[in-house]
Each structure stands twice: as structure tokens, then as C-alpha cells.
């Protein structure tokens, strides 16, 4: 395993599947729920992708992404995001700060196999 994604959810059904799908790619789901932690840990281990659910209590998105694009380190770093659908200020705030791709719930659940393998199995 030498690929590695930072998931930044606290929707449990939602990061198994996407710790599944992960493992049979042969990489490895790292979970992070706080800003600090997902900060640090990008720093720590580059990952090829982060996911974060604009949604997760006690993070402020656009701000950890501006963040991770203003260091050397994480600013090359893909980042998806996905939201409720309803939550169009939401995502656009995400993309505004440096999101590589936003997602509606709904797309992300249905194309989570394909989002990942683009990040993943390149």
C-alpha cells in the first residue's frame, strides 16, 4: 500500500464504503476529523488525495483549504469535497478555496468508484 487518502467524514456507513473501495485499489483510508489533525497529517504524509465532507461538525472547509494550499508541502494535494445538494453557498465557498472537486452527496455516493480510481490508480 503506497497510496494513501486522508478521509475527513464522520458518516461511518460513508467511510466504510469508501475504506472499501480504497482497499481494493490497494491503498490506505486514513481518518482525520478535526482541522488540526487533517492539517498535520497532510503534512505528515503527503497523501495522494484528501475527501472532506463540508458537512463533518467542528471544521471550518474553506478555511482548512485555503490553509493546505498556502504551504509548499500540501498545496498540490487533490482535495474533494462533497455537501448535501442543498448546500449550493456550501460548495461553492469549497471551490472558491482551492477544492480540486465538489460533489453533491448523491454524485459522490453514485461515482465513488470512478472519483477515487481518478486519484488513486493513476
Avoid at 11 to 39: P, Q, V, W, Y
Avoid at 91 to 100: I, L, N, P, V, W
Amino acid at each position: 500500500m503506497n497510496k494513501k487518502v486522508i478521509i475527513a467524514a464522520n458518516n461511518m456507513i460513508f467511510t466504510s464504503k469508501i475504506m472499501s473501495i480504497l482497499d481494493g485499489m490497494d491503498a490506505e483510508g486514513i481518518k482525520a476529523i478535526r482541522s488540526d489533525e487533517i492539517f498535520v497529517k497532510a503534512q505528515e504524509i503527503i497523501p495522494d488525495l484528501i475527501i472532506i465532507d463540508l458537512n463533518l461538525n467542528g471544521i471550518e472547509a474553506p478555511s482548512l483549504i485555503n490553509k493546505l494550499r498556502s504551504y509548499g508541502a500540501t498545496r498540490g494535494i487533490p482535495i474533494v469535497c462533497y455537501s448535501p445538494h442543498l448546500l449550493k453557498d456550501q460548495m461553492q465557498a469549497a471551490r472558491t478555496a482551492g477544492a480540486t472537486e465538489v460533489f453533491p452527496n448523491s454524485k459522490m455516493t453514485s461515482r465513488m468508484n470512478s472519483i477515487l480510481g481518478k486519484y488513486i490508480t493513476n
